[in-house]
């Protein structure tokens, strides 16, 4: 790929122009993106092996290796990378998961009910199933998804939240239907940035009064997130406040993104720069102290925390692109991003099968076996590439 970045100056100097290298650099994304999204297909997708048809559920591992259904929450993901595909080429091919996976997710859901086969024990998955639904509804305008969505919230995760008089917690969406005192980052910041949606949605509709109300839990579930969770003065955002009413410090990537995506939406809706300083100072704790693996990120290789990188980039490319933003802020950012793409696609990305193993500067071999939440984050940040705008 170093050959790339040569024929791109070449191309600047002989033609005195950066246009053309800037739509090679694009074009580079791009059909990275297309190459990861098919390899996700291929080597995933429980539909494509011919010894398990109509298995609508995307497999842990690839080449069939671990086909466990115990793993609920990535489904969300490896559906919201179909969307980004659907979005990003306006191919219709990808419209026909939506019905599939629509099938398949709640029929593997390892803890479904019968009055409900989309509910999970652990609330912070059911999260992630109701914002993979909105983008659903968002890219068809079918009610039936934003319909489910509204349900699960109202009936499955908005019920969890509180006592509000109950020390030290004071409020908070519970991580765990069975573990009620856990008040976790992961199950309130996706829970804000639902309310927040919601509420856009409606307001869309002119239906004003529910706008009005999911608006107001947005801000009550975050207003919690940011005075127990949150330090103002770093950025960070530590994992919970747990049954023993202490705060657990440990810091991931996808409770940052939570959060500034919370911040995100907050701020278009109301237009209070609070939010939008806080989405700043979130993803500079991301940048200054969690990228010191050679520029970039941790490695991810297996289990959950494959996945958890990928959430942040995909709700820190949208702040990049809030044009509200200050230009210096927007272009270290964009720069970051960029750098973080080039080391993936450099070193860690197999070209041959398109498949990212989670190590920033070791591609995987040929034969070996992928894990589904890494290869998951390499499709995010791809997407988030070819959706990022340039700061001018």
Not at 131 to 143: A, F, I
Not at 155 to 181: C, F, L, N, R, S
Not at 291 to 310: M, R
């Amino acid at each position: 790929m170093k050959k790339i970045g040569i024929i791109i100056i070449m191309v600047c100097i002989l033609s005195g122009s950066c246009s053309k290298a800037v739509e090679q650099t694009d074009n580079r994304w791009s059909a990275t993106a297309d190459g990861m999204v098919q390899a996700l297909i291929q080597n995933f997708w429980g539909d494509s092996f011919k010894d398990t048809p109509s298995r609508y559920y995307f497999n842990y591992q690839s080449q069939m290796a671990y086909m466990t259904t115990e793993h609920y929450w990535p489904q969300a993901h490896a559906m919201d990378v179909i969307i980004d595909a659907y979005l990003r080429t306006g191919d219709k091919k990808y419209l026909d998961f939506y019905s599939k996976w629509w099938i398949g997710a709640p029929k593997y859901n390892p803890s479904g009910r019968e009055e409900d086969p989309w509910w999970n024990v652990y609330v912070d998955d059911m999260e992630w199933i109701v914002l993979t639904q909105l983008r659903m509804y968002e890219t068809t305008s079918d009610r039936m998804y934003l319909q489910k969505a509204k349900q699960m919230f109202e009936q499955w995760i908005w019920p969890t939240w509180g006592p509000e008089d109950e020390a030290p917690w004071y409020g908070g969406i519970t991580w765990k239907v069975d573990v009620e005192k856990s008040k976790n980052a992961c199950s309130n910041g996706p829970a804000a940035i639902i309310a927040a949606r919601l509420s856009q949605f409606f307001k869309t509709m002119d239906e004003d009064s529910q706008a009005k109300d999911y608006l107001d839990k947005a801000q009550q579930i975050y207003s919690w997130l940011r005075k127990t969770l949150f330090n103002e003065q770093t950025g960070a955002v530590s994992d919970n406040i747990g049954q023993n009413g202490k705060i657990n410090p440990a810091v991931y990537t996808y409770n940052q993104g939570t959060f500034i995506g919370a911040a995100h939406e907050l701020y278009k809706l109301t237009g209070d720069r609070q939010y939008l300083n806080d989405a700043v100072k979130a993803s500079y704790y991301v940048i200054r102290d969690m990228s010191n693996h050679g520029g970039a990120l941790s490695d991810a290789t297996h289990g959950d925390g494959g996945l958890f990188h990928g959430i942040f980039f995909r709700y820190f490319v949208r702040l990049i692109n809030e044009e509200a933003l200050d230009k210096v802020i927007r272009k270290e950012f964009h720069d970051y991003l960029t750098g973080l793409a080039t080391i993936m696609v450099e070193q860690g990305l197999n070209h041959q099968t398109m498949l990212y193993g989670g190590s920033w500067h070791k591609a995987l071999s040929n034969d070996e076996i992928a894990n589904l939440t890494p290869q998951l984050s390499g499709c995010m940040l791809m997407e988030a590439m070819c959706v990022m705008k340039a700061v001018e």
